[in-house]
């Protein structure tokens, strides 16, 4: 696994490179987004990615930044969707 968390080469002049748990850790937050399901399945997936990286001793601040880059940036990679309708409003 050369870059199992993937962060962009550029960024890692700014990011410091995971240790092999915290690698293992985004291996597994892979798996969950190719399993891929509802949007609470995705955000379960997402917090446990966060817990993850916080139990195998990365900083809060970093943990906290990977996880609000793959809420915001996560969902194209997130597989088959939704598979739910949005409510009423179109939020969802």
């Not at 139990?55 to 739910?84: C, N």
């Amino acid at each position: 696994m050369s870059n199992p968390c993937s962060v962009p080469a550029a960024l890692r002049l700014v990011i410091p490179q995971e240790t092999p748990a915290q690698q293992a850790v985004c291996a597994r937050h892979d798996i969950a987004y190719a399993a891929g399901g509802s949007r609470r399945d995705r955000a379960i997936a997402d917090a446990l990615f966060l817990v993850g990286l916080l139990e195998q001793g990365m900083d809060v601040d970093l943990a906290s930044r990977y996880h609000v880059a793959v809420r915001i940036f996560g969902k194209p990679f997130w597989t088959g969707g939704y598979g739910e309708q949005a409510p009423v409003g179109g939020k969802g």
